[in-house]
């Protein structure tokens, strides 16, 4: 830049269970991912650094490749930024790689879409390595019904009946690239799923009920691709998509949900700690 600032991007990876979301929030609201990079950020610059984000996660909601993007005119070699910042960060964050970008690179505003994930855990006993990372469900979940019902999400859509209150978006309107479920069997002490998901039935067959094996140990993966995302967006999809696969509605209830635009017809929203950012893309 004519100033002589570099724009740097960061893609950083959190643990966000003990973080009140990703925004910078006042000093009696508690810690923010923000606010723990801003201030490492201060300590190796010398800067006062306003971060630009791709994305606000909520408090309690994980990243692997959250963005962020900042104006500095520290001469730190683009090879030792995420060593310089992970010296000092706290264990539950991590910059996981850095790249000078153009001067009109924006975190946000250039973002082309998002890829979360959402992880839920079934059987009759909750996976203790997976409680801060999935959500228990202790009952059965018709997979192939969720599948079938998730369809209607994906595409074009008014999504208002998805967004929770307190958003001040112009638009709902919003496109849902991909939506898909994968089931990993899943024994209760394990940390880690088999390297691949279990193999989805033949199109216009319906999986048979769950046995009593799949039921003490599945994790279902939701992975979501749009080019934006309303406020609790994915986690109110989860909450219906769940009350499908038990049972409670069928699937054709998503499209009816969708189409009334109304966050009433819509379940319970799901809880924040099953939900990770997975990636940006530009």
């Known amino acids: 830049m004519e100033d002589g600032r570099r724009n740097l991007k960061l893609t950083v990876a959190y643990d966000g269970g003990q973080f009140h979301g990703f925004q910078r929030q006042p000093q009696r609201a508690g810690r923010t991912v923000q606010g723990v990079l801003e201030e490492r950020l201060f300590k190796i610059t010398g800067e006062t650094i306003n971060l630009r984000a791709a994305g606000r996660t909520d408090a309690g909601v994980h990243a692997l490749g959250q963005v962020v993007s900042f104006l500095t005119r520290s001469r730190i070699p683009l090879d030792a930024w995420a060593r310089a910042m992970n010296a000092g960060l706290p264990t ?29 855990q079934t059987g009759s006993v ?29 595409g074009c859509h008014d999504f208002r009946s998805f967004q929770a209150a307190g958003s001040s978006v112009k638009t709902t309107v919003r496109t849902v690239r991909r939506l ?22 033949s199109l216009g067959k319906r999986r048979p009920p769950p046995t009593q094996g799949e039921a003490e ?12 995302f309303l406020y609790h967006m994915v986690r109110i999809m989860v909450g219906l998509l769940v009350e499908v696969g038990l049972g409670r509605r069928p699937p054709e209830d998503v499209a009816r949900v969708r189409d009334a635009a109304e966050r009433n017809a819509a379940a319970l929203t799901a809880p924040p700690h099953g939900l990770c950012l997975v990636s940006v893309k530009y």
């Open 217 to 228: 140990a599945q994790l279902l993966v939701l992975t979501v691709e749009a080019d934006g």
């Open 180 to 201: 898909e479920w994968a089931a990993y069997p899943l024994g209760l002490g394990d940390l880690f799923p088999p390297l691949e998901a279990a193999e989805p039935p």
């Open 92 to 120: 539950d964050v991590r910059v996981v790689a850095a790249e000078e970008v153009p001067p009109g690179f924006h975190a946000r505003y250039d973002a082309k879409g998002k890829v979360y994930r959402y992880i839920i």
């Open 126 to 154: 909750p996976a203790v390595l997976w409680r801060r990372y999935a959500y228990y469900v202790p009952y059965p979940l018709d997979v192939e019904a969720m599948r079938t019902g998730g369809a209607a999400l994906v």
